[in-house]
């Protein structure tokens, strides 16, 4: 999927998918986005391991190798938008620091943070530990959002015509967005807070776009939220003999009935 604010253009490489797994722990299918314009080339956050094949993928498809990232943005520090940092080994890495900090000090092993990753990242020499109201390359500023996180970062792309507003867990899908509550937070109050913060930043112009950590992007749109482009998910399974024998799982809600 292809958005087009003022110079730059932002692709979606990965579809977030606002589900959880019933019986195999996190399901983790975040939200990969590319943005190019004015000499960078950034992704905002980078999905778990799975996502790393179709990550490499959908770059190749534009052009691009992992080398070719400028910057990486990390919303905030779980396994699931951050562990891939890895892959861009020339690219600024840009994390809140108040989020890194925090991820430090979680206890190994219990929780969705990567330990091992976050303690590399914190003495990596392209690290850009950042705070809130920063910017980290022309028109694109950082703004913290507690809740799912101590230290969880959106980031507003703002430019002539429209804002794309990344935002990461802070509101990870459309039912978070528009019950102001969140599923998986420390605490309920701030992640409303959060999202409230969302809201006005959405709502200054009326073309603005936002693309959230769990879900496809979305406009606001007769007093309602709409969904830009197609859901796409599925799960294929071997419950045959032989390799070739395959069902395929659709998990998108069939289309509405004219």
């Known amino acids: 999927m292809k958005l087009q604010a003022d110079a730059y253009q932002i692709d979606i490489l990965v579809q977030g998918y606002p589900g959880k797994s019933v019986c195999h722990g996190s399901l983790g299918w975040s939200t990969v986005a590319l943005i190019r314009g004015d000499g960078h080339i950034a992704i905002v ?20 190798q992992p080398a070719d990232v400028t910057d ?3 919303t905030h520090a779980h396994y699931d938008h951050s562990v891939n940092w ?11 620091e108040s989020e890194l900090a925090w991820s430090l000090g979680e206890p190994w092993g219990i929780t969705p943070v990567p330990e091992l990753y976050m303690r590399e990242l914190a003495r990596w020499p392209r690290l850009k ?7 980290l ?5 950082a703004h913290v959002a507690p809740g799912h996180t101590p230290g969880h970062m959106i980031f507003v792309l703002q430019t002539r015509d429209i804002d794309v ?15 102001g509550t969140a599923f998986h937070t420390y605490d309920p109050a701030v992640s409303s807070e959060s999202i409230a913060l969302i809201k006005r930043l959405w ?10 950590g769990h879900d496809l992007p979305m406009i606001q ?8 482009g197609t859901r796409q998910a599925a799960v294929e399974a071997w419950f045959g003999e032989t390799l070739d024998q395959t069902t395929a799982f659709s998990i998108c809600l069939p289309p509405k009935a004219e």
């Open 165 to 179: 507003i990344f935002t990461g867990d802070a509101a990870k899908n459309r039912a978070e967005l528009i019950s």
């Open 86 to 96: 890895t892959m861009f080994p020339d690219a600024h890495i840009h994390i809140g």
């Open 221 to 228: 749109e007769d007093g309602g939220v709409s969904y830009l």
């Open 72 to 74: 990486v943005v990390l």
């Open 129 to 135: 530990k950042i705070a809130d109201g920063a910017e």
């Open 137 to 141: 390359f022309p028109g694109m500023s």
């Open 203 to 212: 709502s200054r112009r009326a073309a603005n776009i936002l693309v959230p």
């Open 45 to 64: 956050d980078t999905g778990p391991f799975g996502a790393r094949g179709l990550v490499i993928e959908q770059l190749a498809r534009h052009g691009l």
